[in-house]
Every structure is written in C-alpha cells, then in structure tokens.
C-alpha cells in the first residue's frame, strides 16, 4: 500500500465486502481488485514453496481448496467486470515498487 500511495493511487477499499471475494484492496470505481497472497497458503508458482511432510492428506486438501478458492474468487470478480491483479508475498518482498506498478497499469486500463 504505501508503494501504491508513493505512486500517487489513493482511495482504495481494504476487503471490501461489497466485492465478490472480498479482495485485499479494491479500486472500486475502476473495479480493479487486489489480491495479496502468502506463497506457502495459496501456492506460489514462482517459488514453489514445500507442502508439509507431515499429515499429507490434511495438508493437500488445506491448500487446494485454498487454490481453488482463489480462482473461483477471480472468476467471480472478472465475471462482474472487475480486473483482478495477483501480488506474490515473495515478489513483493523482492521488489515492492514493481508490482505497485502492475497493479497501476491494471488501474490505467
């Protein structure tokens, strides 16, 4: 949030409930939603982070259903004429400036 607000992108909503999904932060006049997700909860594909070793089946179920929660979120959204832009924990971590300004491209659109 605050690379989104050094780039000058200001009003958005956090979770906002009105919203199907209830994104991280939503845009709501340009209907653009934000999705900021944990890489081990919701199954990064660029770092790939380990499923537990333990209690496998506990485990998988968990985090699939955590995946397909995410899309069924997205596809709801996108359905309702919302663009939805997806940040990894891990590339924001990397380079918090970069993704502020994926989720600025997808509000100038």
Do not use: M
Not at 21 to 49: K, L, M, Q, S
Not at 90 to 108: K, S
């Amino acid at each position: 949030r605050h690379a989104l607000r050094a780039l000058g992108h200001v009003g958005y909503r956090l979770h906002y409930a009105k919203a199907p999904g209830r994104p991280d932060i939503a845009f709501v006049g340009r209907r653009v939603a934000v999705f900021v997700h944990g890489c081990f909860w919701h199954g990064c594909p660029h770092c790939r982070p380990r499923r537990p070793k333990s209690n496998t089946s506990f485990w998988n179920a968990n985090l699939d259903r955590n995946k397909a929660r995410d899309k069924r979120k997205a596809r709801e959204l996108r359905g309702e004429g919302w663009s939805v832009v997806t940040v990894w924990e891990c590339r924001l971590r990397r380079d918090p400036r970069r993704e502020a300004v994926r989720v600025a491209r997808a509000l100038e659109r």
